[in-house]
């Protein structure tokens, strides 16, 4: 069992920068590829970005390509989303997920097993 906790959300102006935070709890951890996926009010929650078990493959959606940049740290058990020229497109609660069964970074949403309990990020115009 994998639990998760994001931390880091808040409120920023746009052109701002955010690091989202998420711990995991279980040494398998470092053995899970991670993702974080989004979901603004009224839409479905959908993927941002992915990163694979040992950090050598990146996965990006075309909106954040560029402004966002995932990354993990084993020994902390800890995966990380540093967002940059965010916008107000991107406000959204964000989640991070933990996926058991592949080794690549996933896009889809039911690749996934696990899910913290999100963190919301406002970004003012």
């Known amino acids: 069992q994998v639990q998760l906790g994001e931390s880091g959300g808040g409120l920023v102006q746009a052109g701002g920068s955010l690091r989202l935070s998420c711990v995991a709890s279980g040494r398998t951890f470092r053995s899970y590829p991670m993702g974080w996926f989004r979901q603004a009010p009224g839409k479905e929650r959908e993927f941002v970005a992915a990163i694979s078990w040992n950090g050598g493959s990146t996965y990006y959606a075309d909106s954040v390509k560029g402004r966002f940049t995932i990354s993990r740290d084993g020994a902390k058990n800890t995966v990380y989303l540093q967002m940059n020229s965010l916008k107000p497109e991107d406000t959204a609660v964000y989640y991070c997920?933990?996926?058991?069964?592949?080794?690549?970074?996933?896009?889809?949403?039911?690749?996934?097993?696990?899910w913290g309990q999100g963190t919301q990020v406002t970004v003012s115009s």
């Open positions: 997920a933990a996926d058991q069964d592949n080794l690549a970074p996933m896009r889809a949403r039911d690749e996934y097993d696990y």
